[in-house]
Structures are given as C-alpha cells and as structure tokens.
T-cell receptor, first 113, second 113 residues
Framework: SQQGEEDPQALSIQEGENATMNCSYK?????LQWYRQNSGRGLVHLIL?????REKHSGRLRVTLDTSKKSSSLLITASRAADTASYFC?????????????FGKGTKLSVKP | ETGVTQSPTHLIKTRGQQVTLRCSSQ?????VSWYQQALGQGPQFIFQ???????GRGNFPPRFSGLQFPNYSSELNVNALELDDSALYLC???FGRGNTEAFFGQGTRLTVV
C-alpha cells in the first residue's frame, strides 16, 4: 500500500511562476524525502527533511513538514521549463528496520515556456 | 548522475521466462534496494540488501529474488514472468541499514509479452 499521497495529481504553470505540491502520509516517520523523475527515468533525490525539522531550503526548493498534520509541501520558486517532471514524496516507516521508502503516486508538473 | 548504474536499460521477455537485472551501487554504499514502478504509479519496494543479506522485503511473491555481492552490486531475478511484471525496475543505493538518503539508477524498463 502507498503511504504518501501527493496533491495535486497534475499541475500546469507558466515559466517563472511558483509551483506547490503537497504530500500527506499516514504513519509516524523518521524523515520525508522528495524526488523528481523525468519521463519514466530514474529518481533524482531533491531534499530530505527529518521529523524534528519544520522547514528546509535547497536552491529554489523549499520543503515544509507538519508532523501533527502528517503533511509536507514542496515549493519550487521561479519555475523553469526544465522543472517539468513528476515529483514524489517518500517516507520511511517509523521504527522500521526494513529500510524501505514508501512512495505516493506523484504530482506531474508541466512548466510551459 | 548518481553513480548507480543499472543494466540493461530495456528488455523484452516472453511470459514464463526468467530475467536477471543488475545494479552497481554508488561507491562507498553498502545497501541496495529494488523497486518496481508500474506506469503512472509510484515505486513499490521489492526488497533491500545490506552487506549481502536481505534486510527487508515488500509484498512481492517468492519468484522475485535477489543477491548482493561482496562489492555491494546486486541482482534482481524474476522467474515465471507474468504480463503484470512489465514495469520500470529501479535500484537505489545508500549507506547503512535502515532508511537513509537513497540514490537511484536510471532503471530497467522490462516489457513482458
């Protein structure tokens, strides 16, 4: 079963606009990660936020985490056509030792030039 | 590029056949995880190997098996292929047991006909 659920499923914006994607999950976590995937290729790691962190920045990316609401958001500022991709959140299982990441179905972002 | 390489990139197999997919982990990493990603879905955890031993397994039948070698590269074997096994198979490497930042390869696209 999938723990994370991204919202919206698809997002279309103009270049230069900001894009916000949300992720909700069901169980407690140690950390949450965001990945990008271009056209069915491999996943690129974007950012990891730990359960004791509330916000993290990396370049044009800003991630927030609200463990009380079991939700996270990914903000991409000043989007570019090259940001067109699918974005996935992935969580671990709190206290789990299997080492697996649990992914949602992703948000498909389209940035029009 | 993550330094995680997978081979082959694409292959086509007939139902009932067996297939072996390979993954070379990033230098310094001792953990390899395998994921199956069906079209339009998020990756699903198959299993993880830590220092040559299986460290956890997802909800996949026994015909999905794996190995990790002393150099920490890994193989995924699937026997008695079914049409539903058609998917992108992703390998991820990381350091240490448990849930850490994972670096993914470009994947192997398997088509079963």
């Amino acid at each position: 079963s999938q723990q994370g659920e991204e919202d919206p499923q698809a997002l279309s914006i103009q270049e230069g606009e900001n894009a916000t994607m949300n992720c909700s999950y069901k169980t407690s976590i140690n950390n949450l990660q965001w990945y990008r995937q271009n056209s069915g290729r491999g996943l690129v790691h974007l950012i990891l936020i730990r359960s004791n962190e509330r916000e993290k920045h990396s370049g044009r990316l800003r991630v927030t985490l609200d463990t009380s609401k079991k939700s996270s958001s990914l903000l991409i500022t000043a989007s570019r056509a090259a940001d067109t991709a699918s974005y996935f959140c992935a969580t671990d299982g709190y206290g789990g030792s299997q080492g697996n990441l649990i992914f949602g179905k992703g948000t498909k972002l389209s940035v029009k030039p | 590029e993550t330094g995680v390489t997978q081979s082959p990139t694409h292959l086509i197999k007939t139902r009932g056949q067996q297939v072996t997919l390979r993954c070379s982990s990033q230098s310094g990493h001792n953990t390899v995880s395998w994921y199956q990603q069906a079209l339009g879905q998020g990756p699903q955890f198959i299993f993880q190997y830590y220092r040559e031993e299986e460290n956890g397994r997802g909800n996949f039948p026994p015909r999905f098996s794996g190995l990790q070698f002393p150099n920490y590269s890994s193989e995924l074997n699937v026997n008695a292929l079914e049409l539903d096994d058609s998917a992108l198979y992703l390998c991820a490497s990381s350091f240490g047991r448990g849930n850490t930042e994972a670096f993914f390869g470009q994947g192997t696209r398997l088509t079963v006909v």
